[in-house]
Each structure stands twice: as C-alpha cells, then as structure tokens.
C-alpha cells in the first residue's frame, strides 16, 4: 500500500511537469503563427496606406506642375508680344491707321501712309523700291517675322494660344478687311507660312 501511494503521489507531481513541458511546445509555435500574421497585417496595412498616400501626393504634384506649366507658358507668350510691340510697332500703327498717317521713314523726312501706299509696297516680288516703300515692306517684315516666331512657339506648346492671341488678333481682323490677298500673297511668297498660319486661327481672317 505504502508503495502505491508512494507511485501515486509521483505521478500526480510529475504529471504537471510533463503537461507544462508539452505546453511549452506547442505554445511557442502557436504565438510564432499569431505574430506572423500579425506582421503579415501591419505590411498589408502599410503598403495599402503607403499606395493612397501616394496616389494623393501624386495628384497634388501633377496639379502644382501643371500650374508652373501654365505659368512658365503665360510668361513666355508675354515677352514674345511684347518683344512683337517692340519690333513690329510701325506697321501695327500702319494698319491701325489706314485712313492715313505720317510716318518718319528716316532723316526726319516725314510721308503719308495710306491703304493705297501699303498696296503699293507689299507686291510679292523682289525688286527696287523707293524709301517709302521699303520702310512699310521692312515694317511689314518684322511684323510677319514676329507673327512666325509666336506661332511657332504655339506649335510646340511652349505657350498657348490664348496668351499670345491679344493683341494680334486685332490686327490680323484689320488686314483681314483692308486687303487680305494682298498680305497673304505677301507672306505666302516670302516664306511667312507660320505667320499666315497664326492668321488663320483667327476666323475673321477667313471671314472679314
């Protein structure tokens, strides 16, 4: 009797032991599952949230480039209009009057300017022409060169449109109705095609 209270009161002291042991293996293993998933959770989580702040970040940078953009073009249409001023401001004041103004041609020598003398000196042909003549081609000159080099830079989107349309519209809509064959015919064989393509964005050149 003594020796099997004595087996029973071992095997209920060791049996514990034994339980504790095999928990002790399982239990390792079971959290290893639990913080893999875990892990597994907070990278999906991260990447998802790391994915819409991305998108958000993107938008915002496609929003302030294209305003640079838009401002970069704005700028640049300005300088070439008023590089076009500058340059091309005797035949804009030609064409704004038509009816009829002096003009300087050189030397102080001043000599009315009419729609009748701008028909005269803008023939499309190489030749001679007398001071007043070559005043308005050379005039007329800079003005197409001007209209070209703004086009072109429409062209290629380095401005747009819009920002360069005034004033030039004005004054192709005045062309348009003083003689429009005759300016076309003139840029046309001098090689102004951008400058007449510029033109042609503006309906009234077609329709006066």
Not at 69 to 87: F, M, N, P, S, T
Not at 125 to 133: A, C, Q, R
């Amino acid at each position: 009797m003594a020796d099997r209270k004595g087996s029973r009161l071992l095997w209920g002291a060791a049996l514990p032991l034994i339980a504790d042991n095999c928990d002790m293996h399982k239990l390792p293993e079971f959290w290893m599952n639990v913080f893999q998933l875990l892990a597994w959770c907070v990278a999906i989580a991260g990447g998802l949230w790391a994915i819409v702040r991305g998108l958000g970040e993107s938008r915002e940078n496609r929003k302030e480039r294209e305003l640079r953009r838009r401002w970069d073009q704005a700028k640049v249409g300005k300088e070439l209009v008023d590089e076009l001023i500058a340059k091309a401001w005797n035949a804009m004041t030609m064409l704004d009057w038509s009816g009829g103004r002096s003009f300087d041609i050189g030397g102080g020598q001043l000599v009315p300017i009419d729609d009748d003398t701008m028909r005269k000196a803008l023939v499309a042909k190489y030749g001679l022409f007398d001071p007043t003549e070559t005043y308005i081609r050379d005039a007329f000159d800079n003005f197409f060169f001007h209209m070209r080099r703004i086009e072109h830079a429409v062209e290629i989107a380095l401005v747009d449109f819009d920002d360069v349309r005034y004033p030039i519209e004005y004054y192709i809509r005045l062309m348009a109705v003083i003689d429009r064959p005759l300016f076309e015919g003139y840029m046309r064989f001098f090689g102004f095609d951008l400058a007449l393509a510029f033109a042609q964005r503006i309906p009234e050149w077609s329709t006066p």
